[in-house]
Nanobody
Framework: QLQVVESGGGLVQPGGSLRLSCTTS????????IGWFRQAPGKEREGVSC????????IYANSVKGRFTISRDKANDTIYLQMNSLKPEDTAVYYC???????????????????WGQGTQVTVSS
C-alpha cells in the first residue's frame, strides 16, 4: 500500500531552521516524484518544492529558493525538506505527495500527485 508520512514540523523563531521528512513505503521511489506543498489558513495550497527521483532533478518556488533544500535518502526511502532562514510567512501545514512519474516533477500541477500525507504544522513566530 502506497504511503507517505510527513514529520518534523514545529514551532521555530524567525530566522530558524527545520527539517521536514517524508517517509515513503509501498512503492519504488525511483519511479515516482515527490512534491512538498503547503497551505496557510485562508490561503490556497502552494507548491514549495519537488524532486524527480529518476534523475534527482529539483524545482523550488521563488518564495523559498535559496532557503529551502529538497533531498533524498535512498537507503531509507525518505525525502527531506531542509528549511533555513524561516519567515513568519512560511507558517503553514506542509504536505508531501507522490506522483507516479519519476522522470519529472511539478509544483504547479498538484492534481498529478496521487498520494498525499496528512501534513505537518510549521509555525514561524517569535
Amino acid at each position: 500500500q502506497l504511503q507517505v508520512v510527513e514529520s518534523g514540523g514545529g514551532l521555530v523563531q524567525p530566522g530558524g531552521s527545520l527539517r521536514l521528512s517524508c517517509t515513503t513505503s509501498g512503492f519504488i521511489l525511483d519511479y515516482y516524484s515527490i512534491g512538498w506543498f503547503r497551505q496557510a489558513p485562508g490561503k490556497e495550497r502552494e507548491g514549495v518544492s519537488c524532486i524527480s527521483n529518476s534523475d534527482g532533478g529539483t524545482i523550488y518556488a521563488n518564495s523559498v529558493k535559496g532557503r529551502f533544500t529538497i533531498s533524498r535518502d535512498k537507503a531509507n526511502d525518505t525525502i527531506y525538506l531542509q528549511m533555513n532562514s524561516l519567515k513568519p510567512e512560511d507558517t503553514a501545514v506542509y504536505y508531501c505527495a507522490a506522483a507516479a512519474d519519476g522522470r519529472f516533477c511539478t509544483i504547479i500541477g498538484a492534481y498529478m500527485y496521487e498520494k498525499w500525507g496528512q501534513g505537518t504544522q510549521v509555525t514561524v513566530s517569535s
